[in-house]
């Protein structure tokens, strides 16, 4: 599933330049996954002595979430040769999300990208039920293989629901998309329908707990309510993207920032501060108005207090080369992005490789807010 949202998780592994990594959710469903396969093995095969049951059990569930990493590979891949860099692939609960650090441009790529991850397991399914052919299920190799392949078909049929943000749901979006031309209008529609299958979910898993049927009941109940929230959160950022959209910075930018000579002590720097009751991050400037980097009263707590009447804020600041800016032609989404990628409430605006002023988060949310109110 691509998907934009930040995570942070426990490397993994890092494959083609990209990140895998996995949420602490991913542990559980892996042990999960492993002790329903070692009662599945031992069903199936009562001559199995314990230790290959064990050991079929560890094969399958490490395959099975190579072939869930194989699945978002696919979709970063795609995504990276039409320029739409992928850094992390997270593993979780469900399965696994592709972060995308934006949307495509146009409905052809959005297809290919939303497409490739379902492919590619329909692919490693079909090879793997038709190699699982070639042998008898009481070997442990097919019965490996046979069970891989049945699980990637699945893994297919379940991403292929036309549900956004699930991969069918985004090539439904990509078919709308390129019929209407409205990315808006095609996101809103692709996640009604989202939450049209969730519902679906909730209540199959409803009927299913009644009729006796617990804990499938209650895992479906549970995948309804994961869709409906993540249909949600998605309708959502499209909300804030389309909002953002109409502004640049140089609407929203201020001229009043607070600048520092790089020679200035800390005991003098803070003091000043103080004085204006000012606490944002100051731009580090010469005389001449060149930009030489950004400190934060955050940036002070590196440094012994007994050390700040002899440590010069150039010392401390953020290097220019290490600092986030914008120009004032860039998108406030772009903006509000870079800010939350570098971890900073406000980012210089450079023109011409001067600094003419600052955008700020606060005057971003705020901007937000009026907007989202409003029909
Ligand atoms: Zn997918």
Redesign the pocket.
């Known amino acids: ?1 691509p998907g934009s949202a930040r995570s942070s998780g426990r490397r993994l592994a890092r494959i083609a330049g990209i990140d895998v990594v996995f949420d602490a959710s991913w542990l559980i469903i892996l042990v999960l996954i492993g002790v329903t396969l070692a009662e599945y093995f031992a069903r199936l095969n009562r001559a199995w002595p314990m230790a290959v049951v064990i050991a079929a059990a560890t094969v399958t569930t490490l395959l099975f979430f190579g072939s869930v990493v194989l ?2 590979l696919a ?1 970063s891949l795609v995504a990276r040769g039409h320029g739409l860099p992928v850094h992390t692939i997270t593993l979780f609960v469900f399965g696994g999300v592709s972060e995308l650090t934006r949307e495509p441009d146009d409905a052809a790529t959005e297809f290919k990208i939303a497409i490739a ?2 492919l590619t397991s329909i692919v490693t399914g079909a090879v793997c039920v038709g190699l699982g052919r070639l042998g008898a299920n009481s070997q442990p190799v097919f019965a490996v293989l046979n069970w891989l392949g049945y699980i990637n078909l699945l893994l297919a049929g379940f ?1 292929l629901i036309p549900g956004f943000p699930l ?1 069918g749901g985004r090539v439904l979006r990509a078919i709308l998309w390129s019929a209407n031309k409205d990315f808006v209008k095609s996101t809103r529609w692709a996640t009604n329908v989202g939450k049209l299958c969730a519902m679906g979910f909730i209540l199959l898993g409803v009927m299913e707990f009644f009729a006796g049927a617990a804990l499938s009941g209650l895992w479906l109940a549970f995948i309804g309510w994961f869709l409906l929230s993540a249909a949600q959160q998605s309708w959502r950022q499209t909300e804030i993207q389309t909002a953002l959209e109409r502004f640049t910075v140089s609407d929203l930018e201020t001229p009043f920032f607070a600048r520092v000579p790089p020679e200035t002590n800390l005991e003098v720097f803070i003091s000043d501060l103080a004085a204006h009751n000012n606490f944002r991050a100051s731009l580090v400037m010469d005389a001449d108005d060149h930009l030489l980097g950004i400190i934060t009263p955050a940036d002070l707590s590196r440094v012994p207090r007994e050390h700040w009447g002899t440590t010069l804020v150039r010392d401390v600041m953020v290097p220019r080369e290490r600092m986030a800016t914008v120009e004032p032609a860039e998108g406030l989404h772009a903006a509000l992005r870079k800010m939350a990628e570098s971890d900073v409430g406000q980012l210089p605006v450079l023109n011409n490789g001067g600094v003419r002023g600052v955008i700020r988060r606060d005057r971003i949310i705020e901007l937000l807010h009026s907007q989202l109110r409003q029909p």
Request: aromatic share 0%; no cysteine.
């Open positions: 599933m699945h978002e979709h991850g379902p991403n991969d």
